[in-house]
């Protein structure tokens, strides 16, 4: 029993300060003149049961501190499809022999993308190995040192040494 009434003295104590740190923080922080921190704090402070509440509430607080922002993103997401639906227009899909439509024009920009930054990628990896190969005028020693260090820029892994002797090794013998 003695344990079990220490346990309600300890639980009893918990609440006392857990009580105390609220009022604390809600003393320090729940004092701004718009209010809304307030509301902040005492929702962080509330059970769980009212977190979607609070959620949507923040959501629909965010929402009108935005919406002229939002308005404009709209305006000019329209007017960016707008010219865009014009210039695939203007444009001859060579597949069809028809204008292009906006989906098989922005695939179209997509894959030139990609091949363009693979071949930026394969140019900056390759250079240096172009340059030791196909430069005409240059002897087997600049040869050898651009392929090096052609070879090194790769960041290949190196190959595997040789194994380490076990063992008693000879010693040579002195005089």
């Known amino acids: ?16 300060q857990s009580d105390a740190m609220t009022k604390a923080i809600l003393d320090r922080y729940a004092k701004p003149t718009d209010g809304a921190t307030a509301t902040r704090v005492e929702g962080a402070l ?15 607080e965010f929402n009108r501190a935005h919406a002229e922002r939002f308005t404009r993103l709209r305006e000019l997401g329209a ?16 597949a069809t022999g028809q204008p292009y439509e906006l989906a098989a024009l922005l ?8 091949k363009f930054d693979q071949a930026a990628r394969e140019d900056v990896t390759y250079g240096d190995y172009r340059t030791a190969m196909l430069t005409p005028g240059l002897s087997p020693e600049q040869r050898r040192l651009l392929f090096s260090a052609a070879v090194a820029g790769l960041a290949q892994p190196l190959p595997r040494g040789e194994l380490t002797p076990t063992g008693q090794s000879p010693r040579p013998s002195g005089p």
């Open 107 to 114: 695939r179209a920009i997509q894959s030139a993308n990609l």
């Open 79 to 94: 007017r960016l499809q707008a010219e865009a639906l014009e210039f695939a227009r203007a444009h001859t899909d060579p």
């Open 46 to 60: 509330r059970p769980a049961a009212n977190a979607a509440a609070l959620a949507a509430e923040s959501d629909a």
């Open 1 to 16: 029993e003695s344990a079990a009434l220490e346990r309600e003295r300890l639980l009893a104590r918990l609440r006392v």
